[in-house]
């Protein structure tokens, strides 16, 4: 919501354009884009978390550990090991929930 907001800010969307609909996908893809790249490493460490007992997967002694470990054997970009996939099920999913909260706030004519 915060990227959403920020990106907002600076690129203001008319509501009466006939277009305004596009800009907040555009805008809602965009934002999410954001939140998932910055946010993806502590979700790969919650997944790698939940592994820990199934056989073949290492054995952490916590997120610290985990995450310390993830550098260790697959550097700094191991941290966003799979995120590209994540793109295509985040990047559309938060355009449309972005495009449906402007929808409704014109519907139920909520102003910030």
Not at 41 to 50: E, G, Y
Not at 80 to 100: E, H, Q, R, T
């Amino acid at each position: 919501m915060a990227s959403f907001d920020i990106l907002s800010s600076y690129y203001k969307v008319d509501k009466k354009d006939p277009r305004a609909w596009l800009y907040n996908l555009i805008l809602g893809g965009t934002s999410g884009t954001i939140a998932v790249t910055l946010t993806y490493p502590t979700d790969l460490i919650r997944r790698r978390m939940q592994l820990v007992g199934m056989e073949g997967q290492h054995k952490y002694n916590g997120m610290f550990d985990c995450g310390i470990k993830i550098y260790q054997h697959e550097g700094f970009v191991g941290l966003w090991k799979g995120l590209v996939p994540c793109y295509v099920k985040v990047v559309p999913a938060m355009a449309i929930m972005f495009w449906c909260n402007e929808k409704l706030k014109l519907l139920f004519n909520v102003h910030e």
